[in-house]
């Protein structure tokens, strides 16, 4: 008879051991996944909008739910006109694009403007051609950059620099963006990744995040139709895998997600549907 309770006993134990576990593993399963906070939008995408109508499309563009926009022009607003029509419309705005050009021009005015919006980076967004095509090019690039660095720092903001597909592809044997990575200070100079144009150039996002660690401050997100020509389409209706590039985040270090579309049929369309289809995102 002690045999046979100790036996039951140990049954019991062993049945109480695998239904813990499974209830442990169903837990897992049935946990909640990780969404995006806070969806923003890239006002590139709708351009041709907000110079025809800048009020309304930014109305427009927190109709649909978002909540940051990354600005790419101001179309002839002034500093305190920008930042009232963000307020008027719940909008906050961490980063605008500002060219090489007019950095160069007066780097002081640039980022006095944009600390007065309220932006906290101040994003480069091109390399004109002619000023990229070799190794020397892109080490004057690099030197510029870290210049600007420490001037932005001083206005109260963050240097970063946007790529497209040419930093990914080699010149002489180096990728540019690797360089940059390399060489730019990581204390004055962050990167926002357009994920779009590091797969169309032949790269891998999390390659960049495992060997650069939280250098991507904000990510653009445009999506592909993939092979043959890889043309640009609605965020969620292509190729590349959101899920597994966000779920590296952390690692890359990403505060801000904008959606992007270069040249949109229907621009109001297209960032309704990324929106949606972001806003519902589980990774």
């Given at each position: ?30 946990a ?22 800048l ?8 109709q ?17 006109q920008?930042r ?7 909008l ?17 005015k ?8 309220g932006?906290?980076?101040?994003t480069?967004p ?5 000023r990229?095509k ?11 950059l ?50 779009y ?18 250098r991507?401050?904000?990510v653009?997100v ?25 779920g590296?985040?952390?690692?890359a ?12 049929a ?6 309704r549907?990324?929106y ?8």
């Amino acid at each position: 008879m002690s045999t046979r309770r100790n036996f039951l006993a140990t049954l019991g134990v062993a049945a109480l051991g695998i239904a813990s576990r499974d209830a442990f593993a169903d837990a897992v399963l049935l946990a909640p996944k990780r969404k995006l906070k806070k969806v923003g939008l890239q006002l590139y995408t709708v351009r041709d909008l907000m110079k025809a109508d800048l009020p309304g499309t930014l109305r427009k563009v927190a109709q649909i739910g978002y909540k940051e926009v990354e600005f790419a022009g101001y179309f002839g607003r002034s500093p305190a006109q920008i930042r009232a029509l963000l307020k008027q419309n719940g909008l906050t705005s961490p980063s605008s694009h500002i060219g090489l050009d007019i950095l160069e021009k007066d780097s002081v005015k640039a980022f006095a403007d944009a600390k007065a919006i309220g932006h906290q980076w101040a994003t480069v967004p091109w390399i004109p051609e002619e000023r990229r095509k070799t190794v020397d090019d892109w080490n004057r690039i690099i030197d510029l950059l870290n210049k600007l660095g420490p001037q932005a720092k001083a206005a109260g903001l963050r240097l970063a620099y946007h790529n497209h597909d040419f930093e990914i592809r080699p010149v002489n044997g180096v990728r540019p963006l690797d360089m940059m990575l390399d060489k730019t200070d990581p204390s004055l100079v962050d990167f926002e990744m357009d994920l779009y144009w590091v797969v169309f150039g032949g790269g891998d996002p999390i390659d960049f995040f495992n060997r650069h660690p939280k250098r991507f401050a904000m990510v653009h997100v445009k999506d592909s139709a993939g092979p043959p020509d890889n043309k640009m389409v609605d965020v969620g209706k292509g190729t590349i895998d959101f899920p597994r590039i966000f779920g590296q985040s952390d690692k890359a270090g990403i505060k801000h997600y904008f959606v992007e579309h270069d040249q949109p049929a229907d621009p109001i369309a297209t960032i309704r549907n990324s929106y949606q289809y972001l806003h519902a995102l589980r990774y």
